[in-house]
C-alpha cells in the first residue's frame, strides 16, 4: 500500500501564491512512476492538473500553464506544486495521485480556495 500524505492548502487572495506538497511512501524516481496533482470544485469534474514522470517530464493543464510549477524534491519522496497568480477559478480540493504498475493511489486531498 502506498500513502500519500498531502499538506499546504489553504485561503489565499487573489494574485497570491501557495505551495502543495505531496510526500509519499514509496521511491518516486522509481521508473514508470508517475505523481500527479488533480483538482475537483463543487459541482465539477476532477480534472488533472499537473503530472511528473519518474524521468522528470512534466505535463500541464492548459489553465495553468505559466502559473503552476510541478517538482520534486531530489532528497526525499515528495512533489510540489507551486501555484502562483492565484484565480478564483483554481479554487478546488486538490489531491495527489501515483500510478505505478497499473495501480493508482490517491492522497486525501487539501482545499484551497482562492477569494478577498
Known amino acids: 500500500q502506498v500513502r500519500l500524505v498531502e499538506s499546504g492548502g489553504g485561503l489565499v487572495q487573489p494574485g497570491g501564491s501557495l505551495r502543495l506538497s505531496c510526500a509519499a511512501s514509496?521511491?518516486?524516481?522509481?521508473?514508470?512512476?508517475?505523481v500527479g496533482w488533480y483538482r475537483q470544485a463543487p459541482g465539477k469534474q476532477r480534472e488533472l492538473v499537473a503530472l511528473i514522470t519518474s524521468g522528470g517530464s512534466t505535463n500541464y493543464a492548459d489553465s495553468v500553464k505559466g502559473r503552476f510549477t510541478i517538482s520534486r524534491d531530489n532528497g526525499e519522496n515528495t512533489v510540489y506544486l507551486r501555484m502562483n497568480s492565484l484565480k478564483p477559478e483554481d479554487t478546488a480540493v486538490y489531491s495527489c495521485n501515483l500510478r505505478v504498475d497499473l495501480l493508482t493511489f490517491w492522497g486525501q486531498g487539501t482545499q484551497v480556495t482562492v477569494s478577498s
Open positions: 514509496i521511491n518516486i524516481f522509481t521508473f514508470g512512476v508517475m
